[in-house]
């Protein structure tokens, strides 16, 4: 066969079904066989939205998502979007040409090093020493994209497509991860049956190994309550009487309440990421002298954050389930008040969804200023400016069951991690600790490729949308209906809010003067629906909704937001300015 045809082949052994990215001269031979092998090749706008389509592929399927494009600038462009899937621990493979080898190292024309762009965000990099080698390293990089949980690069010199070889195609590999050490399994077991509040922070991990169901057992047999890690909302049923709802940025307080009391901790399926454990709404929920339990199918990722008791290598659903084995049948410290903690985690929610019933605005003084602002303008639709969290609860609502929900980064989209719940896994989609703007429309239309019979819906601020609007296109184009909603509140608004906090007020570069995107939306064929009136929210959002299962349509849902701010993301990560020259002394 020839290198094209092995390395085709080798997708299909691996069920590569879609693709992402742009048409490249680089691997065209290859790309003329991908239909009748019954691969769809998805152009998108931009690369760095295929690699975030690849993202959110990868992480509804459980399968791999895969990006391609031409050698130099297309591949360049791809970096951030898979910076963000290492982060999210998405099996992504990207495929990356190369200049010919018969040209390398002459300053050609798209010629560039591609292997250390993405050296610090793959798990692996295959490069393809020989034309005879394609399948071989083809094979691997899929191979390990799933046994490690995260991106792998495989680079092809663009004249190793062509010639005559003979090969095998290699049949996939993948792990059969088991429960973790029987040590520190029974070393773990005694600690819970010691415990008297225990609580279990379920984490990414819960979610790829689907594990859902075995964390739901272990918890009922502990009667412990269940916080979601930070982004990772999805990773236990909302509805389920032990689920408490995120920790981190704008996340539940009554999770972190009932998490500050904990005299051990089980940890499953999460690193404790600094990001997600951080105080928030002036508590400092962490508790520090509760001993730690920490599962994780990556040994570097124990004990590497927080200081743990017990450190198990293991899959998150077999440990569980291990755990829940050895407890069985057992008399544990926690079952005599069972009852007396259940009340307590009720009591704790019903609060905290008081506290966000009454939470209709945000009452800092900037944000009252800004409230007041508003109250004198009006909208380019007419209406009235919106407040966020009115507008969030309202979204929360009218959602429909079985959900897909992508979110970007920025103030608005952070506060809604409050108002996010979930009946099953690899429902949302964040871009995690990279926090990257531009991440929600295209991750929700990759998302939308892999579960076209799922309601696909994307939160956005005017200032990220603005980074990946123009996949609307791709959506339009290749049929992939979703929904976007945009909050339009003219604003940076997360940088802003340190502007804020920490510099008097001096707006540098954060104003946003936007035109209509439901509007735009229009103009590249989607359907566009702009919101004023809180009434409206939801049944603009189920009406969106049903023209994208319905019929086939994708629609920008714009809302019309007050400038007002929730918190900074980290009051930690600035300080009070001091300025020492005489010229700046005014700017403290």
Same mark, same amino acid.
């Given at each position: 066969?020839?290198?094209?045809?092995?390395?085709?082949?080798?997708?299909?052994?691996?069920?590569?079904?879609?693709?992402?990215?742009?048409?490249?001269?680089?691997?065209?031979?290859?790309?003329?066989?991908?239909?009748?092998?019954?691969?769809?090749?998805?152009?998108?706008?931009?690369?760095?939205?295929?690699?975030?389509?690849?993202?959110?592929?990868?992480?509804?399927?459980?399968?791999?998502?895969?990006?391609?494009?031409?050698?130099?600038?297309?591949?360049?462009?791809?970096?951030?979007?898979?910076?963000?899937?290492?982060?999210?621990?998405?099996?992504?493979?990207?495929?990356?040409?190369?200049?010919?080898?018969?040209?390398?190292?002459?300053?050609?024309?798209?010629?560039?090093?591609?292997?250390?762009?993405?050296?610090?965000?793959?798990?692996?990099?295959?490069?393809?020493?020989?034309?005879?080698?394609?399948?071989?390293?083809?094979?691997?990089?899929?191979?390990?994209?799933?046994?490690?949980?995260?991106?792998?690069?495989?680079?092809?010199?663009?004249?190793?497509?062509?010639?005559?070889?003979?090969?095998?195609?290699?049949?996939?590999?993948?792990?059969?991860?088991?429960?973790?050490?029987?040590?520190?399994?029974?070393?773990?077991?005694?600690?819970?049956?010691?415990?008297?509040?225990?609580?279990?922070?379920?984490?990414?991990?819960?979610?790829?190994?689907?594990?859902?169901?075995?964390? *739901? !057992?272990? +918890? $009922?047999? /502990?009667?412990?309550?269940?916080?979601?890690?930070?982004?990772?909302? @999805?990773?236990?049923? &909302? #509805?389920?009487?032990?689920?408490?709802?995120?920790?981190?940025?704008?996340?539940?307080?009554?999770?972190?309440?009932?998490?500050?009391?904990?005299?051990?901790?089980?940890?499953?399926?999460?690193?404790?990421?600094?990001?997600?454990?951080?105080?928030?709404?002036?508590?400092?929920?962490?508790?520090?002298?509760?001993?730690?339990?920490?599962?994780?199918?990556?040994?570097?990722?124990?004990?590497?954050?927080?200081?743990?008791?017990?450190?198990?290598?293991?899959?998150? *659903? !077999?440990? +569980? $389930?291990? /755990?829940?084995?050895?407890?069985?049948?057992?008399?544990?410290?926690? @079952?005599?008040?069972? &009852? #007396?903690?259940?009340?307590?985690?009720?009591?704790?929610?019903?609060?905290?969804?008081?506290?966000?019933?009454?939470?209709?605005?945000?009452?800092?003084?900037?944000?009252?200023?800004?409230?007041?602002?508003?109250?004198?303008?009006?909208?380019?639709?007419?209406?009235?400016?919106?407040?966020?969290?009115?507008?969030?609860?309202?979204?929360?609502?009218?959602?429909?069951?079985?959900?897909?929900?992508?979110?970007?980064?920025?103030?608005?989209?952070?506060?809604?991690?409050?108002?996010?719940?979930?009946?099953?896994?690899?429902?949302?989609?964040?871009?995690?600790?990279?926090?990257?703007?531009?991440? &929600?429309?295209?991750?929700?239309?990759?998302?939308?490729?892999?579960?076209?019979?799922?309601?696909?819906?994307?939160?956005?601020?005017?200032?990220?949308?603005?980074?990946?609007?123009?996949?609307?296109?791709?959506?339009?184009?290749?049929?992939?209906?979703?929904?976007?909603?945009?909050?339009?509140?003219?604003?940076?608004?997360?940088?802003?809010?340190?502007?804020?906090?920490?510099?008097?007020?001096?707006?540098?570069?954060?104003?946003?003067?936007?035109?209509?995107?439901?509007?735009?939306?229009?103009?590249?064929?989607?359907?566009?629906?702009?919101?004023?009136?809180?009434?409206?929210?939801?049944?603009?959002?189920?009406?969106?909704?049903?023209?994208?299962?319905?019929?086939?349509?994708?629609?920008?849902?714009?809302?019309?937001?007050?400038?007002?701010?929730?918190?900074?993301?980290?009051?930690?990560?600035?300080?009070?300015?001091?300025?020492?020259?005489?010229?700046?002394?005014?700017?403290?």
């Amino acid at each position: 066969m020839t290198p094209s045809e092995a390395f085709v082949e080798t997708l299909v052994a691996n069920g590569v079904t879609d693709m992402f990215g742009i048409m490249g001269s680089a691997f065209m031979d290859a790309m003329d066989i991908f239909a009748p092998a019954g691969i769809r090749l998805v152009p998108v706008v931009h690369e760095q939205g295929a690699a975030h389509m690849a993202d959110g592929y990868a992480r509804v399927s459980g399968r791999h998502g895969v990006v391609i494009g031409q050698n130099g600038p297309g591949i360049s462009n791809c970096v951030t979007g898979i910076a963000a899937a290492y982060w999210a621990h998405s099996p992504v493979v990207i495929v990356t040409p190369e200049a010919g080898t018969n040209g390398i190292g002459l300053g050609g024309f798209q010629e560039c090093h591609q292997l250390p762009m993405f050296q610090e965000f793959t798990k692996y990099q295959g490069h393809v020493t020989h034309p005879a080698r394609m399948a071989e390293y083809t094979g691997r990089c899929f191979d390990r994209a799933m046994s490690e949980m995260g991106p792998t690069q495989l680079n092809i010199p663009r004249d190793y497509f062509y010639g005559e070889i003979e090969c095998e195609i290699p049949e996939p590999s993948r792990l059969d991860r088991g429960p973790g050490g029987t040590k520190s399994l029974d070393e773990a077991a005694e600690l819970l049956a010691g415990a008297k509040f225990p609580v279990i922070v379920s984490g990414g991990g819960v979610v790829m190994a689907d594990g859902v169901e075995e964390c *739901k !057992a272990l +918890a $009922e047999r /502990l009667g412990a309550p269940v916080v979601n890690s930070y982004q990772h909302n @999805d990773s236990f049923p &909302a #509805s389920h009487p032990l689920w408490c709802g995120p920790l981190g940025y704008q996340g539940s307080k009554a999770g972190m309440k009932l998490i500050a009391q904990a005299d051990v901790v089980v940890a499953l399926g999460t690193r404790l990421g600094p990001f997600g454990t951080l105080p928030q709404h002036g508590l400092d929920y962490w508790p520090k002298n509760a001993k730690i339990i920490q599962i994780d199918a990556d040994h570097k990722m124990l004990g590497l954050v927080k200081k743990i008791a017990v450190g198990i290598c293991g899959d998150a *659903k !077999a440990a +569980a $389930e291990a /755990l829940s084995e050895r407890l069985a049948g057992r008399e544990l410290a926690c @079952d005599a008040t069972k &009852a #007396s903690r259940a009340d307590q985690i009720a009591s704790e929610k019903a609060a905290w969804e008081k506290e966000l019933d009454e939470w209709t605005h945000e009452k800092d003084p900037f944000s009252l200023d800004a409230i007041e602002e508003a109250r004198g303008e009006r909208p380019f639709s007419g209406g009235e400016y919106l407040h966020p969290r009115q507008v969030l609860r309202e979204l929360e609502k009218a959602m429909p069951e079985d959900v897909m929900v992508s979110t970007d980064i920025g103030n608005i989209n952070a506060v809604a991690h409050s108002y996010l719940r979930f009946e099953k896994p690899r429902s949302f989609f964040a871009p995690m600790s990279f926090g990257n703007c531009g991440y &929600a429309l295209p991750t929700i239309i990759g998302a939308k490729a892999a579960a076209p019979h799922r309601p696909a819906i994307a939160y956005a601020g005017d200032g990220a949308w603005g980074m990946s609007l123009m996949e609307t296109m791709t959506a339009v184009r290749e049929n992939i209906p979703v929904t976007a909603v945009v909050f339009h509140n003219r604003q940076w608004g997360a940088e802003k809010k340190n502007q804020v906090e920490f510099y008097n007020r001096r707006f540098v570069a954060g104003e946003l003067d936007n035109q209509s995107f439901a509007e735009i939306g229009r103009a590249m064929g989607a359907e566009g629906i702009t919101v004023d009136r809180l009434e409206d929210v939801g049944p603009a959002l189920k009406k969106a909704v049903e023209m994208q299962m319905n019929e086939g349509k994708t629609c920008i849902i714009e809302v019309m937001c007050t400038r007002e701010l929730g918190d900074p993301f980290r009051r930690d990560a600035l300080k009070k300015p001091v300025r020492l020259l005489e010229k700046y002394q005014d700017y403290v």
